[in-house]
């Protein structure tokens, strides 16, 4: 049974950092390409960031140059290291693993940008 549980979101000012794990298990992580989406309220889920199996990384503009998403296939782990935080990244954030057509989806975790 695949499992994505996310962790490390919480309330962090404007210009503040935090760093998303998102810890898998019951798959073939190395095999999967793996992504970060995040949903505000009121608004889509949008895709953040992803990465491929061979580790290159993509990202939507509005975090380019502030985001950085890596994993670790050792420890079956999928991180996204957030600087320069704004308001507007406010939202859950979720991990999603694809491969083929299996997609699956962590429970999100609540990242809040606010003075």
């Known amino acids: 049974q695949v499992q994505l549980v996310e962790s490390g979101g919480g309330l962090v000012q404007p210009g503040g950092s935090l760093r998303l794990s998102c810890a898998a298990s019951?798959?073939?992580?190395?095999?999967?390409?793996m992504s970060w989406y995040r949903q505000a309220p009121g608004k889509e889920r949008e895709l953040v960031a992803s990465?491929?199996?061979?580790?290159?990384?993509s990202y939507a503009d509005s975090v380019k140059g502030r985001f950085t998403i890596s994993r670790d296939n050792a420890k079956n782990t999928l991180y996204l290291q957030m600087n320069s935080l704004k308001p507007e990244d406010t939202a859950v954030y979720y991990c999603?693993?694809?491969?083929?057509?299996?997609?699956?989806w962590g429970q999100g975790t609540q990242v809040t940008v606010s003075s």
């Open positions: 019951g798959m073939a992580f190395s095999m999967y390409e």
């Open positions: 999603k693993a694809s491969f083929g057509r299996n997609n699956y």
């Open positions: 990465i491929t199996r061979g580790r290159s990384g």
